[in-house]
């Protein structure tokens, strides 16, 4: 059974810097593709970054050169290191697990970024 639990968020001015955790169960994160999204009120849930099975990491524009992601495989766990956090970044974030039957979600962790 694929359990995903988010941690780390919270409330930050900004320019300031947080870091969220994944704590998984039921994968092995060298075979799946994990993900961070986000969505904030009113909109859409949004790509923010992914770290494949092979390591490789891509993120998105609006975070690139702020945001890093990278994970534990020893203890299951992802990260998503997010440093000079801006307004536009307050949201619900949410991991996700890949495979190509479904995608599983966690629970989400509000971040609020105050100006």
């Known amino acids: 059974q694929v359990q995903l639990v988010e941690s780390g968020g919270g409330l930050v001015q900004a320019g300031g810097s947080l870091r969220l955790s994944c704590a998984a169960s039921?994968?092995?994160?060298?075979?799946?593709?994990m993900d961070w999204y986000r969505q904030a009120p009113g909109k859409q849930r949004e790509f923010v970054a992914e770290?494949?099975?092979?390591?490789?990491?891509s993120v998105a524009e609006s975070v690139k050169g702020r945001f890093t992601i990278s994970a534990d495989n020893a203890k299951n766990t992802m990260y998503l290191q997010m440093n000079n956090l801006k307004p536009e970044d307050t949201a619900i974030y949410f991991c996700?697990?890949?495979?190509?039957?479904?995608?599983?979600w966690g629970q989400g962790t509000q971040v609020t970024v105050s100006a």
């Open positions: 996700a697990a890949r495979y190509p039957a479904r995608t599983y």
């Open positions: 039921g994968i092995i994160f060298r075979s799946t593709t």
């Open positions: 770290l494949t099975g092979g390591g490789s990491t």
